[in-house]
């Protein structure tokens, strides 16, 4: 059991509301096209794309995600998943501004949590407020989450970020394309994590490019190592 719902957060009505539109105009040209042909196909064309957006627009309104004292749980007229926050993995969170044609379409978000036995729940835009859900769980998640990052970095470990990588031996690789690029402790000046980007500057480096978050899982956590990392410098 994950004991008594704390929060629930309900459907996306903005994402919904952007899914009838998109149904309305998918099965608009479909149905006069079966109204003037009465084809056949047409009509089996027509059904089968109203029914498939029937369904998705069922599932998002339907979609509740439960915020427990022991973990999460999510609901919708298609799947039923709960997950323990001892058993988080690796959770990925990203957000960024869309606009089309400089016509802003507002925030998307991804939120995805993998746990230890591989099950996936992927909220992305399925529940509204969704920042403030990633925050929740990044704070039920973090001390477990950097407590095992910590203890297999002292053993001698290569923690694995995504896109980047941590070890005590090499510093910090970070992958570009196909290679990674090598950033040893000595040359690392400075780190933040910011608007949905982890920056990493060398020494001497007065620019640098943000690596987006989904990019990278347990961001939370990277940033709380390194903050390890560098205390245990300053004091030596």
Known sequence: MLGPVLDTYKTNVRMTAYTVVLGVTFCTPLWFAFRETKSPAARITFLAVLAFFALLIAER???????HDNGISYHSILNHKEIRWVEVERLYYGAHQVSAHVIPLGTFYQLKLLDQNGQ???LGDRVGRIAQLAEK???????????????NFDRGEELDFGLVRVSRSAGLK???WSSYTTIPWADLAAYKLDAGNFYLW????????GIPTERIPNAWVLLGLLNTVSNQKSRD
């Open 61 to 67: 309104l339907t979609a509740r995600a439960y915020l």
């Open 120 to 122: 996936k729940l992927s």
């Open 137 to 151: 769980i990044a704070q039920y998640t973090y001390e477990p989450l950097l407590q095992k990052a910590t203890h």
């Open 174 to 176: 970070v992958k570009s």
């Open 202 to 209: 060398r020494v001497g480096q007065k620019h640098t490019n």
